[in-house]
């Protein structure tokens, strides 16, 4: 104590009493938290990362109850065992980071010899080994180690909570709603003498059109829209996306107009686009209608659950943000060998492949609900992963490493169309061919890339016409088919279902077309460049 | 004077960091495995250099201990022996 206060002293005379106060602490012994943040910066770093990906701080709450309190274990057996807290807490805080980065180095080293997991398994072996070693050998001399690791480990953690403290989206949450800006359409649909049929809307992610999954993947699916057609479906058979990705596309459905109209500048933010997924027109619309909203999301963060509906149906699995997150860790690598644990599906594969299962039978479940209701219900196929081959059956990661990516994606959709058909004719049975259901992809197949429309090459028209077309079916029982038309377009969707219905009066916005050039803030107007030639 | 304007430079560099962190967005949640690895590489840096600021007269006694054996030539305190 005496050589602690002399050695203070001679730093006061230096006039640097901060040094002198961090030097005393540490003289006493630092706090052992580094292990605990260490636990902590991973899934807050990937949270921070995604600030605009309509991801809740509840995403992060289970993994980081998981984290911290296996550290906690670990730290606690390990100080039984060898009586030494410093020491354990070195090997946890360098096995923590081994763990969370196992996935980001097999990544990067995807096709060279060391990204092979029996070699890479092995060199995070070495390393964990040799942190015990060097933690057993300096086991007596880690005070400042322990400093020095709490310093660290509390910068990578503020690098990442102020961030998350001071976000702000381009919209405030709640607000991208459109209020009253229906308010004349809802009177005159709560005037009007009508029945009030389910209305389902189904969202299958990423399935393009028939021509596309032809040309490009060599799959027939014409056998299921003439199914379709025989079933009483008007097929608008000229159909195209407004928007050539997901939020965009959905917003313009679900909000009944262009995501320009209903947030001006904002538009241009992917998070304000995303925001306006939930708590959307259609169903605001429906619910003041008398209608209950029934929910029913896919695992990407923007349709996974919305906090407005009156029923949500949550499918069994890791949320997206704990599916990438698992995927960075060395869970995927041992995974191979152990399925589960305590019941908990570790193959994220298998999780997709038993969600998308049970989407559908989700879906025909929901039907049995009393009163009238609207259901949305986004389908994650036949988007990646790709889980199922051309009749269904699981396709592990083994099995998904042979043939080209176009193969596996079109046996997905190919399965996905012969799913869809059994599917929607129980749903109309079960409906007693009473309900309307609207059949809507949002977009193009996702192995497309969107070209950008600066982008002159000769294979523009047609690369655009695969990114834009989409399958766009409606059953509407009870109306007249007349004022349906090829061309229509998402936006239009539920403006057309509400006035043949409900005699609302939204009319029919011009279908518009719109793509990004370079600047991908920048929205042009395409309407003339991806129409049939 | 001197320690204000370390501080300044201090904030100037946090928000510089975090003008050029900013997340874009993408499609779907991004592991970000660059922005991951040069935070790691950015938080060592940054507890090497305060663990240099911390300790520089112990490791500068003991550099000048290498070089001469004498005691007292850096006008550094000692510590007695234990």
Known sequence: MTDVLNHTESVGRGGDRTLATWRQRISKGPPLIHPFLMASFPIVFLFARNLREAITPSDMVTPLELSIGATAIFMTAGWAIFRNAKAVGLVVSVWLLLFFSYGRASAGLQGTLLGRDLYLLIAWGILAFAAVIVAFLFRSRLRATTS???????????????????????????????????????????SSKHRLPDIYYIVPEDYGEARTLRDLYGIDTQPFNRWLITQG???????????????????????????????????????????????????????ALGYRY???????????????????????????????????????????KVKSVGGVQLDVRRVRYEHTLQQFDNLLQVSKLRG??????????????????????????TQAAVGTREKRFGDQALWTSSKLQEVLGRLLDATGRKAVIILQTDEGPEPV?????????????????????????????????????????????FRLVFDLYFHAGFGLLPDEIWGKEEDPTRFVNITDLVQDR | ?????????????????FFITMPAAHAYVDPGTGSYVFQVLLG???????????????????????????????????????
């Not at chain 2, 112990?58 to 006008?75: D, H, I, N, Q």
Request: hydrophobic content about 40%; charged content about 20%.
């Open chain 1, 148 to 190: 020095a690791l709490n310093l660290i480990t509390v910068v990578l953690v503020a690098m990442n909570v102020i961030p998350i403290v001071f976000y702000r989206s381009a919209v405030p949450r709640g607000s991208a709603s459109s209020g009253g800006l229906f308010a004349g359409q809802l009177e005159a649909a709560k």
């Open chain 1, 233 to 287: 479906f008007y097929v608008a058979t000229d159909s195209k996306t407004n928007y050539p990705n997901t939020s965009l596309s959905l917003s313009s459905s679900l909000n009944l107009q262009y995501p320009s109209s209903l947030l001006g500048e904002a538009a241009k933010d992917g998070d304000a686009v995303k925001r306006t997924l939930r708590g959307f027109a259609a169903s605001r619309f429906l619910k």
């Open chain 1, 294 to 336: 029934v929910h029913m999301g896919m695992w990407w963060a923007a349709t996974t659950t919305d906090p407005t509906a009156d029923v949500e149906v949550k499918g069994e699995g890791l949320s997206e943000f704990s599916s990438i997150l698992y995927d960075t860790t060395i869970l995927p690598a041992l995974s191979t």
């Open chain 1, 372 to 397: 009238p209701k609207f259901v949305f219900v986004h389908l994650g196929v036949p988007h990646a992963h790709y889980v199922f081959d051309r009749k269904g059956r699981f396709v592990g990661k």
């Open chain 1, 449 to 493: 890339k969107y070209p950008g429309v600066s982008n002159r090459g000769p294979n523009l028209h047609r690369t655009l016409l695969d990114k834009y077309r989409i399958l766009n079916a409606y059953y509407l029982p009870d109306v007249s088919h007349a004022k349906l038309y090829p061309s229509i377009t998402p936006v239009n969707s």
């Open chain 2, 1 to 17: 004077m001197k320690a204000s304007r370390t501080r300044i430079v201090w904030v100037a560099v946090f928000f510089v960091y």
């Open chain 2, 44 to 82: 060592v840096l940054l507890g090497a250099v305060v663990a240099v600021k911390l300790w520089w007269r112990k490791m500068w006694a003991f550099v000048s201990r290498k070089r001469s054996p004498k005691e007292g030539e850096t006008g550094e305190p000692s510590r007695p022996a234990r």
